[in-house]
């Protein structure tokens, strides 16, 4: 259960400290000795007991010693200090240390045995929360990704994903998506997993919905893709699952796997309407008259980019046109919609380091079954971010300086808000690390060195045509702090704020 180390400089006493451990019924793993603090810190270092019984009093290294060295590295087992000396300043330094418990010399085995069984029911409640947490914690993170594979956290950090959910282990340069129907029973999940140890070996991930929808996560070579499609649809045809699959790939990249997803429930779709075990996606591609492709994505992009809003909205009108005709039903629509929609928007985001939410969109394809209303919906929300966009300059690669002008006007007559940048940011719907660097490279100045430039010299105006107090003329340009005013002030200008008054 737990490793325990002895520190005492006589033989005898470790000694007869491990006969009473050996006998009692209390499931020690290893019990290990150290005469002395440096040889205990030596077996600390390299064992990590989970309990020390210390003694005080030794040569070369003292019990005290050895404590403030474990608190300097952080190391923090059990500590129960045993000595023969009942002073009270030893006390109150074991107090000091945090140590769990005191014995004195002659040790009686009772004492020692409730003090371990408490020490022992603290490290399994420990544990117990420890195994708590890394669930939680798991589950958190693959919420998280869950929700960036459907498109509603697209600004996720990636990498911070990709790591703790274990995406990041996985090899190769695609990856394999794999959606099944909802569960019908717990016994799936072995059967899933064995197929997969048999397939990629331990190169896989699996996570579950909470719709009990589990998604499954492969890495391959590029040479893999054609074989692990046959190998997979027959494994599956044969092992007995009931469950459908849309099966789709992706590069391995992970801006890229919120597509791939999408692109893995329209396969789901499909493999439930024909009845059949596995569908991929690249037989759904085939189908080109009732999907949207990446390539009618593509299109979109490049209007959007290039030309007019009349293009843009154009755009919506003969795909919708070609959807209503299709004959697809409308839940099938829905989700090559919602893909689009994903597709597109992450793309617009990385180009133009944008920060908008598009969730009243997705709410609208998930939940309006008329396609007319999510006609509308679409061409609403892509002219509102064309207007603002081409407003700002960001269209057509067009100058980026007539925003910055408007940023620069907005903190002429609102500086003493002390606007910050990320409102600015959430203002002109860009991302708070693009506007910054745009600000910086435009004025020449960062913009929190630009924004206190503004204030104190909107305070050299006030300075030189009123008398009011120094105090007031601090708070009216935007300082809490009268002081840190003057402080700033004198920075600037190598003056105070009085002098300056009575220069002028």
Known sequence: MSKILIVDDQNIVRCGIAKMLEDLDLGIDEIYEAANGAEALDVIQAQNPAVILLDIMMPVQDGF???????????????????????????????????????????????????????????????????????????????????????NNVLSDGESLCRETGIAELQGDRMLFMVTSSLENAACHPLYSRIFRELFGPNWKMFESPGSELLLLAGLSGSQQEKISEDLAVLLQSSGIQQKCGVSFSPNQFAKFSDAYFQAKISLAAAMEKDCVVYFYQEAKRQVAILISCKD???????????????????????????FSSGMKIEHIKLALQSFVNYVNMNLQERYQTSFSDKDLKDCIEIRNNLMEIKLQMKKFYATLYEQWRENGLLAGEDTSHLIQKVLAYLQTHYAE??????????????????????????????????????LEHAKEILRDTNIKITDVSAQTGFSNPAYFCKMFKKYYQVSPAEYRNLH
């Open 65 to 151: 010693h050895l404590l403030e060295k474990l608190q300097e590295l952080s190391i923090h087992p059990y500590v129960v200090i045993i000595t023969s000396h009942s002073n009270f300043s030893y006390a109150q330094k074991a107090v000091r240390f945090h140590v769990d418990a005191y014995l004195t010399k002659p040790i009686q085995q009772e004492e020692l045995e409730q003090i371990l069984i408490d020490i022992f029911t603290k490290i399994e409640r420990e544990e117990e929360t420890k195994e708590h947490f890394e669930l939680y914690r798991k589950r958190v993170y693959d919420y998280r990704l869950l929700e960036f594979l459907r498109g």
């Open 297 to 323: 994505c593509d299109s979109f992009l490049k209007i959007f980019h290039t030309e007019d809003r009349s293009h843009t909205m154009a755009y919506f009108d003969n795909l919708f046109s070609r959807l």
């Open 418 to 455: 002390n606007p910050s940048l990320s409102l600015l940011s959430e203002q002109y719907h860009l991302s708070y690390t693009y506007l910054s660097s745009l600000f910086s490279k435009q004025v020449g100045q960062s913009f929190t060195d630009y924004l206190m430039q503004v204030k």
